[in-house]
């Protein structure tokens, strides 16, 4: 019987066409196309053995939709359940223990918060005034980056100077959950695509002109390291689709950006070339897991994750 990939997308336009055409042109008896849904009974049967999600984190429905439907037998790249448990402070936090080199990072109380919360009341276990010297200190000073914990795509980061520059950036978190973080003079920049927790794209990635291109000059020994640091992270996280960037220091390449599981494969970004193994090798992955036996939610266990 014709095993079904389906693919949860949002805005983006070149991918996920060319890897429905990759999918469907290479006749091995697995087809792909968009999923299409609207209310979900419990324990609702999956028609699909694979579904690739890229927009959850978006759209809640959806986030409810594959947990069911990975309950079913499905399997969901990526993970809707690690997906909504990650956040920066934690990623850090677990990388060091995996022996990874990361970025100083402290987690701090949101600015604002909704309505129903009353300042007095609500907020009795939150230490005031929050102890900013220490936590500057404590991540190495100035410039600092200030990020939202479980943003992406460079949204809402600030690199701040002073602490004036902290505080205004603060202030304009609103509802955000930040994190302060240690900011590496980088000698160099590396972006890595990760697909199936073991095959590993290597680029150097330019973050103020968002331009990708080959690693030329980066040592086979780096190299290789960079690549390990990708397996460990992705494994640890149970990420089939993720992106790491590494920023390189003395030698040392710290794991800045490394929770990316809807990561950019948009050919205008990242070039025909690079657009392409992303392509291909997504296709590569996804009909593999269509065709082998096993099923995901049977994974689902913190200690063998961590």
């Given at each position: 019987?014709?095993?079904?990939?389906?693919?949860?997308?949002?805005?983006?336009?070149?991918?996920?066409?060319?890897?429905?055409?990759?999918?469907?042109?290479?006749?091995?008896?697995?087809?792909?196309?968009?999923?299409?849904?609207?209310?979900?009974?419990?324990?609702?049967?999956?028609?699909?053995?694979?579904?690739?999600?890229?927009?959850?984190?978006?759209?809640?429905?959806?986030?409810?939709?594959?947990?069911?439907?990975?309950?079913?037998?499905?399997?969901?790249?990526?993970?809707?359940?690690?997906?909504?448990?990650?956040?920066?402070?934690?990623?850090?936090?677990?990388?060091?223990?995996?022996?990874?080199?990361?970025?100083?990072?402290?987690?701090?109380?949101?600015?604002?918060?909704?309505?129903?919360?009353?300042?007095?009341?609500?907020?009795?276990?939150?230490?005031?005034?929050?102890?900013?010297?220490?936590?500057?200190?404590?991540?190495?000073?100035?410039?600092?980056?200030?990020?939202?914990?479980?943003?992406?795509?460079?949204?809402?980061?600030?690199?701040?100077?002073?602490?004036?520059?902290?505080?205004?950036?603060?202030?304009?978190?609103?509802l955000l959950t930040m994190v302060l973080q240690e900011f590496i003079e980088w000698e160099d920049y590396i972006r890595c695509m990760v697909l199936g927790q073991e095959k590993v794209l290597v680029m150097r990635y330019d973050p103020n002109t968002r331009q990708y291109s080959h690693p030329e000059g980066?040592?086979?020994?780096?190299?290789?390291?960079?690549?390990?640091?990708?397996?460990?992270?992705?494994?640890?996280?149970?990420?089939?689709?993720?992106?790491?960037?590494?920023?390189?220091?003395?030698?040392?390449?710290?794991?800045?950006?490394?929770?990316?599981?809807?990561?950019?494969?948009?050919?205008?970004?990242?070039?025909?070339?690079?657009?392409?193994?992303?392509?291909?090798?997504?296709?590569?992955?996804?009909?593999?897991?269509?065709?082998?036996?096993?099923?995901?939610?049977?994974?689902?266990?913190?200690?063998?994750?961590?």
């Amino acid at each position: 019987m014709t095993k079904k990939i389906g693919l949860m997308v949002g805005m983006e336009w070149s991918w996920p066409p060319a890897f429905i055409e990759e999918v469907n042109g290479r006749n091995q008896d697995v087809t792909a196309e968009y999923v299409s849904i609207g209310g979900t009974q419990m324990n609702e049967a999956s028609e699909y053995a694979v579904i690739v999600d890229r927009i959850s984190h978006e759209v809640p429905y959806y986030r409810s939709y594959l947990k069911n439907a990975m309950l079913q037998g499905t399997y969901v790249i990526n993970n809707p359940f690690m997906w909504t448990a990650d956040d920066k402070f934690f990623g850090a936090s677990l990388i060091t223990k995996l022996g990874l080199a990361s970025p100083k990072t402290a987690a701090l109380p949101n600015k604002d918060y909704i309505p129903g919360i009353d300042h007095s009341k609500s907020l009795r276990n939150l230490a005031f005034p929050m102890p900013w010297q220490d936590l500057v200190e404590y991540i190495g000073g100035f410039p600092c980056v200030l990020k939202d914990a479980h943003g992406g795509g460079w949204k809402e980061v600030y690199i701040c100077h002073d602490m004036e520059e902290l505080y205004r950036s603060y202030d304009q978190s609103g509802l955000l959950t930040m994190v302060l973080q240690e900011f590496i003079e980088w000698e160099d920049y590396i972006r890595c695509m990760v697909l199936g927790q073991e095959k590993v794209l290597v680029m150097r990635y330019d973050p103020n002109t968002r331009q990708y291109s080959h690693p030329e000059g980066l040592s086979q020994e780096m190299y290789d390291r960079i690549v390990a640091d990708c397996q460990t992270l992705c494994r640890a996280f149970g990420y089939d689709m993720n992106t790491c960037e590494f920023a390189i220091r003395d030698g040392v390449p710290y794991a800045i950006d490394f929770m990316n599981p809807a990561p950019d494969m948009d050919v205008n970004s990242l070039g025909y070339e690079f657009h392409r193994w992303c392509v291909e090798g997504m296709a590569d992955l996804c009909i593999g897991l269509a065709q082998q036996a096993g099923a995901q939610v049977s994974k689902m266990r913190w200690s063998d994750l961590f």
